[in-house]
């Protein structure tokens, strides 16, 4: 029996390495200032005056982060987010859990429209924020409207649970123009 054994512990330890490498583990950055996008190198158009600039990236640096999508979240409490957008369903300021986007969808509009502020209402917070604070800001902004992997956003509220968790909102493809929402 000592070759019945050894042919176990040698079956366990296999199955034991095999799922250790299957584990896959999202990666937490703490202290970062993500490269690439800034505010003064975003197009919001096809018609812009100027040099030709980089096309911004197609997803922000920590919208498949949970813990930089729960920061975010709680950035967009701590600035009072909420008392313009509430929970993500609109009030004086526009609704971010639906399909139109007054300046886009994309994560570089939305960093642009936290860092430089927009007419009518919405602040800059350019001078508050560091830049991966306002990315983390911006990932939880598109996690309201499903545009995030649903592993990454928020499962639960830290107080009483007033909406459907982030992870369970449907994906909606932000299809808005300037011309459907005047300033």
Known sequence: MDWAHRIAV?????????????????????????????????????????????????????????????????????????????????????????DKWIYGSAPANIFATIVEGRPNGMPAFGGKLANDQVWRLMAYVRSLSGLVRQDAASGRSDHMQVKKPEMATDREIPTSTKAEHPQ
Do not use: W
């Open 10 to 98: 040698a079956v366990c330890t296999v199955a034991l390495g095999l799922a250790i490498a299957a584990c896959e583990r999202e990666e937490r950055r703490f202290r970062e200032t993500p490269s690439g996008v800034s505010p003064s190198n975003i197009r919001l158009g096809e018609i812009q005056p100027g040099p030709a600039v980089p096309t911004p990236p197609a997803t922000g640096p920590y919208e498949a982060n949970a813990y930089a999508i729960a920061e975010g979240k709680r950035l967009y409490t701590q600035f009072n987010c909420v008392g313009c957008h509430a929970n993500g369903g609109g009030g004086m300021g526009p609704p971010l859990m639906d």
